[in-house]
């Protein structure tokens, strides 16, 4: 069971540029979320979903969109990264929206 | 909106001693409260989820009370360890808002030796 895990660690990118930070969870759990952690703001939800097909904005969801096509994956894309995005990004997962969240390792971008 | 308050925000104490992690929030219509520690540069790992309709919750030397009427928690370490040293986090998971939890900025522990 390797919980909740995140690709990659690191990454730097350019402004402009695009990419996806990938997350998978191997629990079956139908709740998924992606963070992101910066100084001074604590943890703010991006975006959420409740299961596979449906997902919903959280606290700041401009400049990234989610799709989640099946049960396991959430992968969270950057359409034109800008240096406010850099920061670290959690993906955490849950069995319904009142379980335990797990969290995975996170990635730390980076965006010049 | 739920407002998450962590105090203090910063923690030093000698090791063995037993202490006393402070959360409160606005919004008293919540499913659960689960606390979290962080290590640096890590991910979140849950320490304990504590239900609406539960008081406390025991996990070894650690102890979560809720007071939901009051939009208090409180996290009791025992006997504290070097290993303790983390930043503590409580994240309140709303009834009306899908499920999203809202999360305070953390309490800082160092304990040392």
């Known amino acids: 069971n390797a919980g909740v895990t995140q690709t990659p660690k690191f990454q730097v990118l350019k402004t402009g540029q695009s990419m996806t930070l990938q997350c998978a969870q191997d629990?079956?759990?139908?709740?998924m979320s992606w963070y992101r952690q910066d100084p001074g703001m604590g943890l703010r939800l991006i975006h959420y979903?409740?299961?596979?097909?449906?997902?919903d904005q959280g606290e700041v969801p401009n400049g990234y969109n989610v799709s989640r096509s099946t049960t396991e994956d959430f992968p969270l894309r950057l359409l034109s990264a800008a240096p406010s995005q850099t920061s670290v990004y959690f993906c955490?997962?849950?069995?319904?929206?009142?379980?335990?969240?797990?969290f995975g390792p996170g990635t730390r971008l980076t965006v010049l | 909106k739920q407002e998450v308050t962590q105090i203090p925000a910063a923690l030093s104490v000698p090791e063995g001693e037993n202490l006393v992690l402070n959360c409160s929030f606005t919004?008293?219509?919540?499913?659960?409260l689960q606390w979290f520690r962080q290590d640096p540069g890590k991910g979140l790992t849950s320490l304990l989820l504590?239900?609406?309709?539960?008081r406390e919750q025991t996990s070894g030397r650690l102890n979560a009370s809720l007071d939901k009427s009051s939009g208090r928690s409180t996290l009791y370490i025992a006997a504290s360890q070097p290993g303790d040293s983390a930043t503590y986090l409580c994240?309140?998971?709303?009834?009306?808002?899908?499920?999203?939890?809202?999360f305070g900025d953390g309490t800082t522990l160092t304990v040392k030796p």
């Open positions: 955490a997962s849950s069995y319904t929206g009142t379980d335990e969240q797990f």
């Open positions: 629990m079956n759990h139908e709740y």
């Open positions: 979903s409740v299961g596979a097909g449906i997902t």
């Open positions: 919004d008293s219509a919540i499913y659960n």
């Open positions: 504590i239900q609406s309709s539960q």
């Open positions: 994240a309140p998971r709303r009834v009306t808002n899908a499920g999203k939890s809202t």
